[in-house]
Every structure is written in C-alpha cells, then in structure tokens.
Nanobody, 115 residues
Framework: QVQLVESGGGLVQPGGSLRLSCAAS????????MGWYRQAPGKERELVAQ???????YYADSVKGRFTISRDNAKSTVYLQMNSLEPEDTAVYYC?????????WGQGTQVTVSS
C-alpha cells in the first residue's frame, strides 16, 4: 500500500533552515509528481511546492526564493529545503501524492519558527 513518511521538522529560530524528507513506498515514485503542503493552526491546508517526474517545480509565492523542493528517485524520497524561515512558516508540513485521482497523505511533521 501507499506510504508516505515525513521527517525533519522541529523548532528553529527566525532566519534558520530545516530540511524535510518524505520517504515514499507502494507506487512507482520516479514517474509520479509529489507535493509538500502545510497547515497552520486555524488555517486551511495549502500547497507549498510541487515537483513533477521531470523535475518541473512549482512554488507558492510565499516561499519562492526561500524553499527548494527536490527528489531522489533512487531513494524514493522527496525533500523540502527551507531557508530564511519566518514565524509565518510555522505549520504542520505534509507530503502528498495523487494516484488515480486518490490523494494520499503522510502523517505530517511539525515546523515551529520562533525565537
């Protein structure tokens, strides 16, 4: 079955960096687009970044120039490098894959940006 396991979250000061990882299994990772989403308290879940099978990327305006999404097909893992973190980036971060119109989510990893 499809499994997505996120890791790498934590507490970081404003201006700091974190790298999130999402290890995937149960589908052909190399030919599948992957996305990172986040949900802050009291807000809707939003798309942060997406990467296609040919490494075509998309970023939300709020993270452009600060976040980088990448993938390692040999490890079936997608990453989100987050630099220049701001308190507004505090949220639970999820990775997502859509297969045959069904959405699969990981359990999420908490990112807290605070001094």
């Amino acid at each position: 079955q499809v499994q997505l396991v996120e890791s790498g979250g934590g507490l970081v000061q404003p201006g700091g960096s974190l790298r999130l990882s999402c290890a995937a299994s149960g589908f052909t990772f190399s030919s599948t687009a992957m996305g990172w989403y986040r949900q802050a308290p009291g807000k809707e879940r939003e798309l942060v970044a997406q990467i296609g099978s040919y490494d075509i990327t998309y970023y939300a305006d709020s993270v452009k120039g600060r976040f980088t999404i990448s993938r390692d097909n040999a490890k079936s893992t997608v990453y989100l490098q987050m630099n220049s973190l701001e308190p507004e980036d505090t949220a639970v971060y999820y990775c997502k894959v859509t297969l045959y119109r069904a959405n699969y989510w990981g359990q999420g990893t908490q990112v807290t940006v605070s001094s």
